[in-house]
């Protein structure tokens, strides 16, 4: 028999997990959402837009797949667009559960009498679960470990008009760190509009960076701010400690970063151009330690890159022990995408097809994170569905150094999970890290039949197999105050997974900076 399906069902909550099993191995399918309105994928046309959409309401993760939106002054995120007010509507206070231990519950029918892995860490905020920002339309898209212990989270929060960045460092305990700007949060605006990180990093001397999109009044440009370890801006970057970076005329936006060894600067992303006939482009700019250009990559500091389909994108990067720097994305929506470059740019030719490695899963495929595993293998996370999206799966890939799928991985190369991290995958793997044992956790959302979104979290074996002794089967999910998604992740030293998203406070209809914990 090839396959067949195990049902899982626990009515506390209401969770229905499936585990798709192939053969005699289980696996379970980490982020971007009936009685609640969804808006499903686009899928890119043929014809490239000439501009991007007038930005509507705040981004979430459960987005649709389209180009960044313009850059016009609006009270709204311009990243990517989201559904009109009535399609994502704001749950009414009397939809939120009392503010009780009970708001944090775990899909564990009945307490645990000891603590197991993938279950929510008690000792972690309040029950495993810590807020920012809110509520107030805040969202966190990034988390990074300091060398203390402590967490940073970034994001953005709506103000009086526009959003701004937002940076929040927390304690080990969760609690906020009030040694960090204003009761442990910092909020910056790049320019008089918009500005929404997406990608946090650390510099070996404590120094924090920030990226993301930002609006200069006409179109979004890369975003970057840099602060020092008490939260304020770092002036010894650019003069003020923040800076834009233009790329195409339709609008640039950073979606992940990295420092280098040597201290420079990596934001990549995408951006348009009305030059370009293929939409939108993978993007990458490097910059000094004083935020200057770095001259001596690319093309006056920057990297464009044509995958040759309508709307590439790029989602997330990894710095190679060699210099060499990797993208991972999505090559229109046919393909994973990941591109190799050598240390000042250029693509190497060593890696795939002149730099670029493709792989088709099934009609639809989008990689969201990428990581490198102790032997120099590359793993990317995401999800894929067929030409009409009815079927989808959260989707793993492993490549060779060279580019070359890894066929002792899943099958070979890859693997894929109907139903596991989220029932609608277009809002599920946004993040992915590998433990130190080589198990790989991604994170995402899950859509329950009740029209509730949970973060989930899946752990797989190092040879692709689900890890059926991490939370249920594999699977672990918890739900704060209706609406909870995933869009980050980080492992700690001792090994407790930290989650990063949006949930609703109790009383709240709003989302907010939100934080869980669970046990290794």
């Known amino acids: 028999?090839?396959?067949?399906?195990?049902?899982?069902?626990?009515?506390?909550?209401?969770?229905?997990?499936?585990?798709?099993?192939?053969?005699?191995?289980?696996?379970?399918?980490?982020?971007?959402?009936?009685?609640?309105?969804?808006?499903?994928?686009?899928?890119?046309?043929?014809?490239?837009?000439?501009?991007?959409?007038?930005?509507?309401?705040?981004?979430?993760?459960?987005?649709?797949?389209?180009?960044?939106?313009?850059?016009?002054?609006?009270?709204?995120?311009?990243?990517?667009?989201?559904?009109?007010?009535?399609?994502?509507?704001?749950?009414?206070?009397?939809?939120?559960?009392?503010?009780?231990?009970?708001?944090?519950?775990?899909?564990?029918?009945?307490?645990?009498?000891?603590?197991?892995?993938?279950?929510?860490?008690?000792?972690?905020?309040?029950?495993?679960?810590?807020?920012?920002?809110?509520?107030?339309?805040?969202?966190?898209?990034?988390?990074?470990?300091?060398?203390?212990?402590?967490?940073?989270?970034?994001?953005?929060?709506?103000?009086?008009?526009?959003?701004?960045?937002?940076?929040?460092?927390?304690?080990?305990?969760?609690?906020?760190?009030?040694?960090?700007?204003?009761g442990g949060m910092v909020k910056t605006s790049i320019t008089a509009y918009n500005a929404l990180a997406s990608a946090v990093a650390i510099q070996s001397d404590g120094k924090i960076v920030v990226a993301g999109s930002s609006s200069n009044g006409t179109y979004n440009t890369f975003g970057i701010a840099r602060y020092n370890p008490n939260g304020t801006l770092d002036t010894t970057f650019n003069t003020d400690g923040k800076r834009e970076s233009v790329f195409g005329d339709l609008g640039s936006v950073a979606s992940a970063l990295a420092v280098q060894s040597d201290g420079r600067i990596l934001a990549v992303g995408e951006t348009s151009s009305s030059a370009s006939a293929t939409g939108s482009d993978f993007a990458?700019?490097?910059?000094?330690?004083?935020?200057?250009?770095?001259?001596?990559?690319?093309?006056?500091?920057?990297?464009?890159?044509?995958?040759?389909?309508?709307?590439?994108?790029?989602?997330?990067?990894?710095?190679?022990?060699?210099?060499?720097?990797?993208?991972?994305?999505?090559?229109?929506?046919?393909?994973?995408?990941?591109?190799?470059?050598?240390?000042?740019?250029?693509?190497?030719?060593?890696?795939?097809?002149?730099?670029?490695?493709?792989?088709?899963?099934?009609?639809?495929?989008?990689?969201?994170?990428v990581a490198l595993q102790a032997d120099s293998k590359i793993v990317l996370a995401g999800w894929v569905g067929d030409l009409t999206n009815t079927v989808r799966s959260s989707a793993l890939a492993r490549y060779h150094t060279d580019g070359i799928l890894d066929d002792s991985f899943g099958f070979g190369g890859t693997t894929t999970t109907t139903n596991a991290i989220g029932a609608d995958p277009v809002r599920s793997v946004r993040a992915m890290k590998l433990q130190n044992d080589g198990k790989i956790i991604v994170a995402g959302s899950l859509l329950t039949a009740a029209g509730d979104f949970y973060i989930a979290l899946a752990r797989y074996l190092p040879n692709g197999a689900i890890d059926t002794g991490f939370g249920v089967g594999g699977l672990s999910t918890t739900v704060i105050g209706k609406t909870s998604v995933a869009t980050c992740l980080a492992i700690q030293e001792d090994g407790k997974i930290i989650v990063g998203g949006i949930g609703i406070r109790a009383g709240s209809p709003e989302t907010a900076f939100t934080l869980v914990r669970y046990l290794p």
């Open 1 to 182: 028999m090839l396959g067949s399906i195990m049902v899982l069902e626990m009515h506390y909550q209401r969770i229905i997990v499936f585990i798709a099993i192939v053969g005699s191995v289980p696996f379970v399918a980490g982020c971007n959402k009936k009685p609640l309105l969804v808006r499903r994928a686009v899928i890119p046309t043929a014809t490239p837009s000439s501009s991007f959409p007038t930005p509507p309401p705040p981004s979430y993760p459960w987005d649709s797949h389209s180009p960044p939106p313009s850059a016009s002054p609006s009270p709204y995120p311009t990243v990517l667009p989201s559904p009109t007010p009535s399609e994502v509507p704001s749950p009414s206070p009397t939809e939120l559960p009392s503010p009780s231990p009970s708001v944090f519950p775990t899909p564990f029918p009945t307490p645990l009498a000891s603590p197991f892995s993938g279950t929510l860490d008690p000792t972690f905020g309040d029950n495993g679960v810590t807020f920012a920002f809110g509520p107030s339309r805040a969202r966190a898209n990034a988390l990074a470990m300091q060398f203390d212990g402590k967490i940073i989270a970034a994001g953005y929060s709506l103000g009086t008009t526009y959003y701004s960045f937002a940076v929040a460092r927390f304690n080990e305990n969760g609690s906020l760190d009030s040694t960090f700007g204003t």
């Open 284 to 369: 990458m700019a490097r910059y000094n330690l004083d935020g200057s250009n770095d001259t001596s990559f690319g093309v006056g500091g920057k990297v464009t890159t044509d995958l040759g389909t309508i709307d590439d994108r790029a989602y997330d990067v990894v710095v190679q022990a060699d210099g060499k720097i990797l993208l991972a994305g999505q090559r229109g929506a046919g393909a994973f995408a990941l591109v190799r470059y050598n240390p000042n740019g250029s693509l190497d030719n060593s890696f795939g097809a002149s730099g670029i490695v493709t792989t088709t899963i099934k009609e639809n495929n989008y990689a969201y994170a």
